[in-house]
Every structure is written in structure tokens, then in C-alpha cells.
């Protein structure tokens, strides 16, 4: 029962803070660059990869609620995509954007926090509890992998077009096309880091529980 309120709290806290920074940029434009009409700003929101991890953990964690044995191909992807994701969003943001991120709000300063921060950190927790574990075969990495590529792709392509980019380290007007694809290989270098990472976790958990029930 612990696993599933954990996993259903999670969902919760994400519906909340990616409500609370909906309803802000439909209704403002808080910054000059960001576009002036309010579906404009909520596309442009959406295509921020912060949100759409958060999105993906929380959507992995509700799947979970009501079936805490799912092993389906497809939910190991996006689970994978929403638990690396959202740690790449800790790591990134915490060591590249914090400085030149500034929230113009008290409660768009909370739900940044959330979810750069405490909904990762939650995703984490709950995962190195509850698991499910095992479950990272290379198809499933595989294509959490090409869906990375896939957004990847989308935001140059957009970009291209609007001339608006999430992050400025890939932001070409900025830094230039060779800067931008070196940070985003340095992302991808990042998500297989963290899967190994991760998988390394597995294995000494199965290290551990074979010693446990030989003793």
C-alpha cells in the first residue's frame, strides 16, 4: 500500500505544479521573448523537457498505482524516459541554469523547485524502495534513447522555425549549431551515464538479496 500512496503522491504533486505554471503562462507573458499569445506560451511551455519528464515520471507513477506489477514494454520506456529524465533535470539545472534562473513569483519559485528538485528526488526515492526493478533490458533503453533523440529533433526543428529554444546552452542564435549539438551529446553521454548507473544499483541489489537468502 506504502508503494502505491508514494507513487499516487507523486502524480498528485506533479498535476499540481505543472497546473500551477500552466495557468500562469496562459495567462501572462512574464518575459518578452516568450510568445504573446497564451496558446503560443503553453506550446512553448510543453516543449520544455523539465515539464515533459515530470510529465513522463508522474504518468509512470500513476500506471503504477493501479498496477504495481506492469511490465510492459511500453511502460518500461516510459518509465525509464521519466525516471532518467527527471534526474537529468536535477543534474542539469542545478549545475548550468540555477544562477540565471529566476522565477518572478513566490509560487512559480515553489513549482520551479518542485520540479527541478523534490519530484526528482521523490521519483528517486520511490524507485530505490519500490522499484519495479529489472526492467531495463536494451530494447527498453533502446528506445527511451531514441525517444530522447526524437525531442531533440523536434526542439532544433521548431527552434529553427520560431527561433525560440527552452535552454540557452541549446540555443543557436546564442552559442551556435556546433556549441548546441556539443551540449546535447554531453545530455545523451548523461543519459546512458545514469541508466548504467542505475543498473549498477540492480545489480547490487541482487548481489545483496542472493547473500541474504544463502546466509
Known sequence: ???RALNFLIVLFVILVVG???HTYWLNQLRPWQPASPIGRIIFYYSF???LSNIMLALSCLILTFKPNCSNLLFNVIRLNGLVGVLITMIVYNLMLRGIHRPPTVLLQFANESLHVVIPLLGLISWLIYGPFYRMQ?????YAF???LTYGVYIFMRGYYTNLYPYPFINVNRVG???AFIAVIAIAVLFVCLVLLLKAVEFIRLKLKYQIIHH
Open 20 to 22: 500551477i505554471e500552466t
Open 138 to 142: 536494451f530494447k527498453v533503453i533502446v
Open 49 to 51: 523537457f523539465t515539464v
Open 177 to 179: 549549431y556546433e556549441n
Open 1 to 3: 500500500m506504502l508503494n
Open 146 to 148: 531514441l525517444t530522447l
